[in-house]
């Protein structure tokens, strides 16, 4: 089955940019979404079709893919980005969404 | 405003049964796919289940496939999850989404509920 790796922790500074990465095999052939979840909430879809973004969501955060990697890059950021990030497929072959196992982004 | 709001989680033994009911309001219902994701405690999502709009089209993981079965009542504007031959490993919260467009697949979960409780203990 279609697998989704992500790094299990980031930590940047405040002000700086954050980069999340989501690795699958061609993935830059697929479409990416990305959701955002603080401690206690339901996520949040901060990212659609790789690079949207939803009204609402802050122009800082923007998505990328190529090849087998699929960015989301959080520009200068905050206190209150502090939450795990997922990415997201739909795999074709199998009929299935695939999420990422989850990054926890922490702002130092 | 668009709401989901979940409910019929609880406390269940194994090999038992439940049915989560998600109440959504404020979009027309038929015209958006929905599905369930789940997460245990301390770990990731976990895709469940889609429906299509209209409930033409449902697909399964494969951890309940067999096991559970979603349905949608138009009438009712309400969703549903029956939840049968429960193992410990199902202990999640539950989550109810609203799809983007009619299709599963093809567009982002854009509305998600507050989630239900289920423990299998």
């Known amino acids: 089955s279609y697998v989704l790796t992500q790094p299990p922790s980031v930590s940047v500074a405040p002000g700086k940019p954050a980069r999340i990465s989501c690795g699958g095999n061609?993935?830059?052939?697929?479409?990416v979404h990305w959701y955002q979840q603080k401690p206690g909430q339901a996520p949040v879809l901060v990212i659609s079709?790789?690079?949207d973004r939803p009204s609402g969501i802050p122009e800082r955060f923007s998505g990328s893919t190529s090849g087998n990697a699929a960015t989301l890059t959080i520009s200068r950021v905050e206190a209150g980005d502090e939450a795990d990030y997922y990415c997201q497929v739909w795999d074709g072959s199998t009929e299935i969404w695939v999420f990422g196992g989850g990054t926890k982004l922490t702002v130092l | 405003e668009v709401q989901l709001v979940e409910s019929g989680g609880g406390l269940v033994q194994p090999g038992g049964s439940l049915r989560l009911s998600c109440a959504a309001s404020g979009f027309t219902f038929k015209n958006y796919a929905m599905s369930w994701v789940r997460q245990a405690p301390g770990k990731g999502l976990e895709w469940v289940s889609s429906?299509?709009?209209?409930?033409?089209?449902?697909y399964y993981a494969d951890s309940v496939k067999g096991r559970f079965t979603i349905s949608r009542d138009e009438s009712k504007d309400t969703l549903s999850l029956q939840m049968n031959s429960l193992r410990v490993e199902d202990t999640a919260v539950y989550y109810c989404?609203?799809?983007?467009?009619?299709?599963?697949?093809?567009?982002?979960?854009?509305?998600w509920g507050q989630g239900t409780t289920v423990t299998v203990s």
């Open positions: 429906i299509s709009g209209r409930g033409t089209t449902t």
């Open positions: 079709y790789d690079s």
């Open positions: 989404t609203k799809d983007l467009v009619v299709v599963v697949g093809t567009a982002p979960m854009d509305v």
């Open positions: 061609n993935i830059g052939g697929k479409t």
